[in-house]
């Protein structure tokens, strides 16, 4: 059972928003810090938002930042990623993770647990 389920994602036009949900089942991850990755079709998963268990923290990649905002619900046991202005260069496959192996929050090495993910695709 996948511990992760995104959803929220789809075709949108530039400028447009979408809000993609990261759900939790089977555990919970209310002492986990969560984030957002994303990959495009033949380039690697870059990091996009992360947020630390509290979610009094949250940090982004520098191509969302002011665009992109993310925030968690500990007790729906579900992590938002709010996505506005939308350009074609953001359209990828969006995961989730959650993690507590410490290091960077912005490294995929932080986190134990990953999502399947969910397409996002933005037109111009």
């Known amino acids: 059972q996948v511990p992760l389920v995104e959803s929220g994602g789809g075709l949108v036009q530039a400028g447009g928003s979408l809000r993609l949900s990261c759900a939790a089942s089977?555990?919970?991850?209310?002492?986990?810090?969560m984030g957002w990755f994303r990959q495009a079709p033949g380039k690697e998963r870059e990091f996009v938002a992360a947020i630390n268990w509290s979610g009094g923290i949250s940090t982004y990649a520098d191509s969302v930042k002011g665009r992109f905002i993310i925030s968690r619900d500990r007790v729906k046991n579900t992590v938002y990623l709010q996505m506005n202005t939308l350009k074609p260069e953001d359209t990828a496959v969006y995961s989730c993770?959650?993690?507590?192996?410490?290091?960077?929050?912005?490294?995929?090495?932080?986190?134990?647990?990953w999502g399947a993910g969910t397409q996002v695709t933005v037109s111009s």
């Open positions: 089977g555990r919970t991850f209310s002492s986990y810090e």
């Open positions: 993770a959650a993690g507590r192996r410490g290091g960077l929050l912005s490294l995929e090495s932080y986190y134990d647990y």
